[in-house]
């Protein structure tokens, strides 16, 4: 298909583990955003990759958190050590590049399914 | 600190009426606006945008007001039909920031036949 997609789209670990998260963004789209969604709330943002750029990692909760991504395809985003309070959807989503800034360059973000993660 | 708000969790409507969705902002550095839908188990999807240097949109049957004084912006679907029956969420951005969006809580519509 010509969406965004995510895998695994259920994840059931225990307190302590590692999880790795897969994200796979529509072909030609060079920016890429993680979010993730607890339970009866809004997305909260959680990193940002463009290009070649530094990525923009302001919305990681902690250290525990990481994301990298290879080129302009594939990202994974990884949390270590688990606990239950990470336990939410977590959503990637793509977007074909805009003009250089400004309010007229904007192009909105395609989202994935989503990976429901449960930490027992 | 919720720089975008959505006061309402739910909204129950009658097929062939207005649907009235609100939304709050505080960081008057946002620049553009966007609505998405999202049904269970699947991710967002976009519907409608706005920049600010706009008031108004319109897209069939969805419409989005923003008003920049007081810091807010409305969504219109009228006339709402049963397949609007989702979570819509209200996000705002700085297209200078990359476009990262925040977003509010989310309003949950249901619309009656």
């Known amino acids: 298909g010509a969406g965004v997609s995510q895998s695994p789209s259920n994840k059931v670990t225990e307190k302590g583990k590692d999880v790795e998260l897969r994200c796979d963004p529509i072909s030609g789209h060079t920016a890429l955003y993680w979010y993730r969604q607890r339970l009866g709330q809004g997305l909260e943002f959680l990193i940002y990759f463009q290009g070649n750029s530094a990525p923009d990692k302001s919305g990681l909760p902690s250290d525990r958190f990481s994301a990298e991504r290879t080129g302009e395809s594939v990202s994974t985003l990884t949390i270590q050590r688990t606990q239950q309070e990470d336990s939410a959807v977590y959503l990637c989503?793509?977007?074909?590049?805009?003009?250089?800034?400004?309010?007229?360059?904007?192009?909105?973000?395609?989202f994935g399914p989503g990976t429901r993660l449960t930490v027992l | 600190d919720q720089q975008v708000k959505q006061n309402s969790p739910s909204l129950s409507v009658q097929e062939g009426r207005i649907s009235i969705l609100n939304c709050d902002y505080t960081?008057?550095?946002?620049?553009?606006f966007l609505w998405y839908k999202k049904y269970p188990a699947e991710g967002p999807t976009f519907l409608i945008s706005i920049s600010s240097i706009k008031d108004k949109n319109e897209d069939g049957r969805f419409t989005v007001f923003l008003n920049k004084s007081a810091k807010h912006l409305s969504l219109h679907i009228v006339p709402s039909q049963p397949g609007d029956s989702a979570v819509y969420f209200c996000?705002?951005?700085?297209?200078?920031?990359?476009?990262?969006?925040?977003f509010g809580g989310g309003t949950r519509v249901l619309v009656k036949p």
């Open positions: 989503a793509s977007r074909r590049p805009g003009l250089a800034g400004g309010a007229g360059s904007y192009n909105e973000q395609f």
């Open positions: 960081n008057s550095m946002f620049d553009y």
């Open positions: 996000a705002a951005s700085k297209t200078t920031a990359g476009n990262k969006l925040t």
